[in-house]
């Protein structure tokens, strides 16, 4: 790669970055707690705004941002039904949401209405892991279906996260999972991570997440 | 977007498929049949490739060329240890393979000891649709706990595939998942599309897709 194209992208990629602080200013002069959700497709994104929603709603004032690749609003429209103010940014067909898309999504949103925005972003393990968004917290969910190994094959969306929430716990009696080599895996990229073991099927676990985000929008609020 | 940004855009895709078209022509010249295979992380890819060859081997010889997002060998490590040749490209962070990456595989694998090519993809379910490999069919892995909703939220790759397999239909009685809803989705982007519903712990389903993919084989050597 000639030195000329790396310059190209180092600008692009401060862009993005100076975009993204500006973004946390925004939400921090609300008082607005953030997280920025990234998962595989499937692994449960939706599911697990609608429990932490059930667990938090109505002492904890909650606004989603849905990013979706097509623009049908299937997840969008189910947060909007547990009665929470939604917001979808449809990326046209790109893998991840950058700075640029959520600073767009701010604007419009009724921030001095809520507590916590939770960013959903793109269904990808790869591409999101490259934009900082300007939220507070990086959360990614691993889905035990997706297997054991995936800490080890996509490190740079696992490496750098705030939280890691495992989900679809109750699926873990008929599926070959070693628990152990997973979190090594994890271990590795990031010592002493805050992680969860839930399920969104049978409630477990979701009450130790919801005490965790309870805290962050309570230290947001002090600030 | 300007129309000198959609000139550029066109052009780096008139490329690759220039690339996939000698892609396609090598192929041809060797008698080989190949698959480009495309997922999410953790959909079984993998598994259908091992459980393929278990299938096939040694009537059908098979190559298989990995896809990866990091240096990890784990997949390519499995495919050798079943006895037959795998070659890995890793795309260095990059979320999907390219005509150009593939051609580079080709150069260096052993075409003229195998019948049947199966290329897997990086795990991603948006990039990879965007850019022709030159395989001869495009195949997508649907995972049964990925849930029922995805045709929908992903119309990109799964519209234009030639093959459907919907992967771990052992975990149906333990998950909430729509089939109707699913294949109505399929049916939509893809009329009369050919699907198979497989099981790599259980095996079943497998016998009705190596058929399959046998008769193309001998189509292939036929020409």
């Known amino acids: 790669m000639s030195s000329e194209k790396v ?3 180092e600008k692009i990629m401060d862009a993005n970055d100076q975009v993204a602080l500006t973004n946390r200013r925004i939400l921090d002069q609300a008082g607005v707690f953030s997280l920025n959700i990234m998962a595989s497709p499937g692994a449960g994104k939706t599911s697990v ?3 932490t929603i059930k667990a938090l709603a109505p002492e904890i004032r909650i606004g989603v941002i849905e990013g979706d690749t097509a623009p049908v609003t299937i997840d969008a429209d189910k947060v909007i039904a547990a009665g929470m ?26 921030l001095s209405d809520i507590d916590l925005l939770i960013v959903e972003n793109v269904g ?18 691993a889905s035990i279906p997706e297997g054991d ?6 490190p740079t969306i696992y490496r750098g996260l705030d939280v ?10 008929y599926i070959r999972f070693n628990k152990e080599y997973f979190l090594k895996g994890i ?27 309870r805290a962050r929008v309570k230290e947001q609020k002090a600030k």
Chains 1, 2 share one sequence.
């Not at 917001?87 to 767009?104: E, K």
């Not at 990229?189 to 965790?212: D, H, K, R, Y």
């Open 124 to 141: 990808n393990l790869i591409c999101p892991a490259s934009f900082k968004l300007g939220t507070h917290a990086n959360v990614v969910i």
């Open 49 to 51: 705004i609608l429990q």
């Open 85 to 110: 103010p939604a917001l979808q940014i449809n990326t046209a067909g790109s893998c991840h949401l950058d700075a640029v898309m959520l600073s767009r999504g701010l604007e419009s949103f009724p």
């Open 187 to 213: 271990e590795m990229l990031n010592p002493g991570l805050t992680t969860f073991q839930v399920s969104c099927e049978t409630g477990e676990g979701i009450a130790e997440w919801a005490e965790w985000l």
């Open 164 to 173: 890691l929430i495992m989900n679809k716990i109750d699926l873990l009696p």
């Open 149 to 154: 190994d995936k800490p080890y094959k996509y």
């Open 7 to 9: 310059t190209v992208v």
